[in-house]
């Protein structure tokens, strides 16, 4: 799902659940902090030059999930106010109760149990997130297979456009491992392996359509109902840099009619 608005604004999305969407960065990096298990999720924070050459891209971890806020004509991402045109906000917040009827077909979950993900271009700027309910009762045997949406941008040109692609990923809770890709109709599906501690997990991602890259996210909800993350490349930096964003429900919660309502096929 992407929106576009005025040349002030590429793309802005709020998506919850098994819907999700991504963002850009940059060089001049600062590394990803360790989240503890508390923290509500986290942000890439990234600032260019007037020629949209990315100069800096700071990680901030967003301990409760009401650091991200909107205004009358902003969004406040842990404190920093971006501008947005108030037509904007209002179809983003649309979006965002929006997806929450994505628990309509779904057994045995609730608001609480849904996390999210979002994505915020300008001509200066751009923060990508997820956050949501951190789990706190994490399953330690079994697996699960999540299924959701994913988003990407490619640094290939000045605010290149969003991809849309879909999120498949298996959670072994009894070696904590949690693998599975993001596919997107015109690359090579970008591959994840990560290692899960208490609701948090850290890993890689690889594509032979992108460079290596950093993948990272949390658990949410009772008993790890939903799931959300980042992956961004290593360098962010020039035409190769690609940051994607990503969200999924646990695939036992929904109905296949749900499945089908939110454009999945299993």
Request: with cysteine.
């Given at each position: 799902?992407?929106?576009?608005?005025?040349?002030?604004?590429?793309?802005?999305?709020?998506?919850?659940?098994?819907?999700?969407?991504?963002?850009?960065?940059?060089?001049?990096?600062?590394?990803?902090?360790?989240?503890?298990?508390?923290?509500?999720?986290?942000?890439y924070i990234a600032k260019t030059n007037n020629h949209g050459e990315i100069t800096s891209v700071t990680h901030s971890i967003i301990k409760n999930k009401n650091d991200i806020s909107f205004g009358e004509n902003y969004i406040s991402i842990n404190g920093e106010k971006f501008p947005m045109p108030a037509d904007a906000i209002q179809e983003a917040e649309h979006q965002f109760?929006?997806?929450?009827?994505?628990?309509?077909?779904?057994?045995?979950?609730?608001?609480?149990?849904?996390?999210?993900?979002?994505?915020?271009?300008?001509?200066?700027?751009?923060?990508?997130?997820?956050?949501?309910?951190?789990?706190?009762?994490?399953?330690?045997?079994?697996?699960?297979?999540?299924?959701?949406?994913?988003?990407?941008?490619?640094?290939?040109e000045f605010l290149a456009p969003l991809k849309e692609g879909k999120t498949k990923l298996i959670a072994d809770f009894s070696n904590k491992k949690l693998d599975g890709s993001l596919v997107f109709s015109d690359i090579s599906p970008i591959n994840i392996s990560a290692n899960i501690d208490q609701n948090n997990f850290t890993g890689r991602a690889?594509?032979?359509?992108?460079?290596?890259?950093?993948?990272?996210?949390?658990f949410y909800g009772k008993n790890a109902a939903s799931i959300s993350g980042i992956v961004k490349s290593d360098d962010l930096q020039g035409n190769k840099g690609w940051i994607a964003i990503f969200s999924g429900a646990d695939k036992k919660h929904f109905t296949p009619q749900g499945l089908r309502d939110l454009g999945i096929q299993e």
């Open positions: 799902m992407k929106l576009s608005f005025s040349k002030t604004l590429l793309s802005m999305a709020i998506l919850v659940g098994l819907t999700a969407c991504g963002s850009g960065g940059g060089s001049g990096s600062t590394a990803p902090r360790t989240l503890s298990s508390s923290d509500a999720g986290a942000a109760y929006q997806g929450l009827n994505a628990i309509k077909n779904a057994t045995d979950l609730d608001i609480e149990d849904i996390s999210g993900v979002g994505i915020y271009i300008v001509y200066d700027k751009g923060a990508a997130f997820y956050l949501g309910n951190p789990t706190k009762d994490m399953p330690i045997s079994g697996s699960a297979t999540y299924l959701g949406g994913a988003m990407l941008f490619e640094n290939k690889s594509s032979n359509s992108l460079s290596p890259g950093h993948v990272e996210g949390k």
